[in-house]
């Protein structure tokens, strides 16, 4: 459904996708229905080895054009999106952009809630969907509540949200030059200090179909947004380190005061605890200073800069199902 001469999209619907053409087909039939005007939806293709029936992409109701861009290559979920974003901030600069799923487990009713969020005051801002529920196996849940604990360790930052979210063209020509959004959208984002609030969003089943996403990529999902603050990880880890080296050789020293009457007769046992103390002092040492060289050289590394480089691996993009 081509726009007409008085209607202007008003925002534009960021879809990462593989193979998941059926499901998206359905949750096209959604946004249309519940999208707060006249969009366009871009499929960002990541390497699909099948093809979709372009009948079920057409246009519907409040979604004016639906365009494919595909990549050159599979490159992850992550990385379709951050180089979605910067195809859309280049393309359609001046439009809002909200970031879903394509397997519909994002409700799209809670699109036009974010959208008030986002744009609420004079300060333009990054709504996530915050999850309230989730629907998935309890395999999968125990699995991620155990990632909640270990990402809050590490990093001292809570995780309630995922890629669910609205974007104003303000905030996305500032996220466009976030390096780490290479490895996680959401992590970067938040590391990024763009502003950013939540609004509660259940999760929903899969529209259709089953997920393609293994114990493999779920955890290397994961470890990808706990890598976004290594700095921070680096440093809690050095800290944790030399509290424990600290304990260990304060509990080795005092053991060797407690027991010196009994040691100074055996000459041979004073030099092995001694030796013990010294090996363990050593080794913290190497520790500390293998953190701190991990932690400066990773700061020195040349970084992905999406908007200058994401255009590499856009193949090409056309209007579907027209």
């Not at 006249?38 to 519907?60: F, K, M, N, Y």
């Not at 809630?113 to 629907?135: E, H, I, K």
């Amino acid at each position: 459904m081509p726009l007409t001469e008085n209607q202007q999209p008003g925002l534009v619907v960021l879809i990462p996708i593989h193979n998941d053409w059926e499901a998206v087909a359905l949750l096209l039939d959604e946004l249309g229905e519940v999208l707060p005007g006249p969009s366009i939806v871009v499929l960002v293709d990541d390497g699909s080895t099948q093809e979709p029936d372009p009948t079920t992409l057409a246009p519907r109701a409040r979604v004016t054009s639906v365009r494919r861009v595909r990549l050159r290559r599979n490159v992850g979920h992550q990385r379709a999106i951050a180089i979605g974003l910067v195809h859309v901030s280049e393309r359609y600069p001046d439009l809002d952009c909200v970031v879903i799923d394509g397997d519909g487990e994002d409700n799209p009713a809670d699109i036009s809630a974010m959208q008030s969020a986002a744009l609420a005051d004079d300060t333009p801002r990054v709504v996530f969907g915050a999850r309230t529920r989730r629907s998935e196996r309890w395999w999968f849940q125990v699995g991620y509540h155990s990632y909640r604990w270990l990402h809050r360790l590490l990093t001292g930052l809570p995780v309630r949200v995922g890629n669910f979210s609205y974007v104003p063209a303000s905030c996305l020509q500032r996220l466009v030059v976030v390096s780490e959004m290479w490895n996680h959208y959401a992590a970067a984002l938040i590391k990024s200090r763009i502003p950013y609030t939540s609004v509660p969003s259940a999760r929903r089943p899969r529209l259709t179909g089953q997920s393609s996403m293994s114990i493999v990529g779920l955890i290397t999902h994961g470890l990808s947004a706990i890598s976004v603050y290594g700095e921070t990880v680096g440093v809690r880890l050095l800290v944790g380190t030399v509290l424990l080296g600290g304990l260990v050789l304060g509990s080795q020293g005092a053991s060797l005061v407690a027991d010196f009457e009994t040691l100074r007769h055996d000459p041979a046992r004073i030099l092995q605890t001694v030796t013990l103390l010294f090996v363990g002092v050593l080794q913290t040492l190497v520790i500390v200073a293998l953190f701190v060289f991990v932690i400066l050289t990773g700061r020195q590394d040349p970084a992905f800069l999406p908007l200058r480089d994401a255009p590499f691996f856009v193949l090409d993009d056309t209007e579907v199902g027209v």
